[in-house]
């Protein structure tokens, strides 16, 4: 597990509270610091997914030494449903990039170092070289706009443009100074080409779509009583996520806080909220770990009533 400190992990052991015998999901394997974490807990089985090949050789590697109690399955988790087709106690999905992904310059995620501009999680499909050297500068700039939160999303796509007419882009390094040339550092020192990363990576890997089927899988797959636990590390996958929690528990029938629910003829409440509001990294742990700054974990239990979805595990 070098390389990868997972974020939350006492929370994420806390919140899932797992029993011998139980059956957990943990849908974005990584670095495994989620699924041995939990399997140290208690005689439990873990089913954990990941698309990336190289998580999944981290995993087999790993399985060897727990007894079979951990079980890798190579794919997106969104695709759990199909995956794993039975009934569990526990799902749990940490959203985004691994420490691992970002600190091999070869994956071409991060612009720490200079390496490939590939940016994909399952090391295959349409890279992010091939989005920047191939799409429209309209396209480019929602992209960057939209999945980035850059507000200066057309100033990059067309300084974008204008670079890759003299020669292709294939470089971190080579995005990096682009962006840079264009967009000046902030009171905050975040490095500006930051936004313009995260827009394309979430794209090229389609995160918050991967996200939405991931939580509505969880709820199909999860028994009465099961836990789903969700960290997230910034305000668009933390939305999804926020969003859903409120419709599935019912939240938004409710249209006074001081008076009774109200009536309603839609689907009953799957999920009992744990945590009204999302809990954040300690101040040790922020110490020990910057990357966990920006998380936030919100977690709910699976009622009995059938999945929104229609699904039948």
């Given at each position: 597990m070098s390389g990868h400190i997972p974020v939350l992990l006492n929370e994420i052991v806390q919140a899932i509270a797992p029993e011998e015998g139980d059956i957990v999901i943990d849908g974005t394997f990584g670095g495994g610091g989620y699924t041995k974490a939990i399997l140290d807990a208690a005689n439990c089985r873990v089913f954990a997914i990941d698309r990336d090949p190289d998580a999944i050789k981290r995993g087999n590697t790993l399985s060897k030494s727990l007894d079979n109690r951990l079980t890798m399955f190579e794919g997106c988790y969104g695709d759990m449903a199909a995956l794993v087709n039975q009934k569990v106690n526990?799902?749990?999905?940490?959203?985004?990039?691994?420490?691992?992904?970002?600190?091999?310059?070869?994956?071409?995620?991060?612009?720490?170092?200079?390496?490939?501009?590939?940016?994909?999680?399952?090391?295959?499909?349409?890279?992010?070289?091939?989005?920047?050297?191939?799409?429209?500068?309209?396209?480019?700039?929602?992209?960057?706009?939209?999945?980035?939160?850059?507000?200066?999303?057309?100033?990059?796509?067309?300084a974008i443009v204008d670079a890759r007419k003299e020669e292709e882009i294939t470089t971190t390094a080579q995005l990096a100074k682009i962006v840079r040339s264009v967009v000046w550092q902030a009171k905050d020192k975040i490095d500006p080409?930051?936004?313009?990363?995260?827009?394309?990576?979430?794209?090229?890997?389609?995160?918050?779509?991967?996200?939405?089927?991931?939580?509505?899988?969880?709820?199909?797959?999860?028994?009465?009583?099961?836990?789903l636990v969700v960290v997230t590390f910034h305000s668009?996958?933390?939305?999804?996520?926020?969003?859903?929690?409120?419709?599935?528990?019912?939240?938004?029938?409710?249209?006074?806080?001081?008076?009774?629910?109200?009536?309603?003829?839609?689907?009953?409440?799957?999920?009992?909220?744990?945590?009204?509001?999302?809990?954040?990294?300690?101040?040790?742990?922020?110490?020990?770990?910057?990357?966990?700054?920006?998380?936030?974990?919100?977690?709910?239990?699976?009622?009995?009533?059938?999945?929104?979805?229609?699904?039948?595990?």
């Open positions: 526990a799902v749990v999905l940490d959203i985004g990039v691994s420490s691992f992904q970002i600190d091999e310059a070869d994956r071409g995620f991060s612009f720490r170092e200079d390496g490939p501009l590939d940016m994909r999680m399952a090391q295959s499909g349409e890279s992010a070289a091939d989005v920047v050297n191939t799409y429209d500068e309209k396209d480019l700039a929602d992209i960057i706009y939209k999945y980035g939160e850059e507000r200066h999303s057309r100033r990059v796509a067309r080409a930051t936004r313009t990363f995260q827009g394309l990576r979430i794209y090229v890997n389609d995160e918050l779509g991967e996200l939405e089927r991931g939580l509505a899988a969880a709820e199909e797959l999860l028994l009465p009583g099961g836990r668009l996958e933390d939305r999804i996520v926020k969003k859903f929690f409120k419709e599935r528990s019912g939240a938004n029938a409710r249209t006074n806080r001081y008076m009774p629910d109200a009536a309603t003829d839609g689907p009953q409440p799957t999920f009992k909220l744990v945590t009204r509001k999302p809990v954040a990294p300690s101040e040790e742990e922020l110490k020990e770990n910057p990357r966990a700054r920006s998380s936030k974990l919100r977690a709910a239990v699976r009622t009995d009533a059938p999945s929104w979805t229609g699904g039948n595990v």
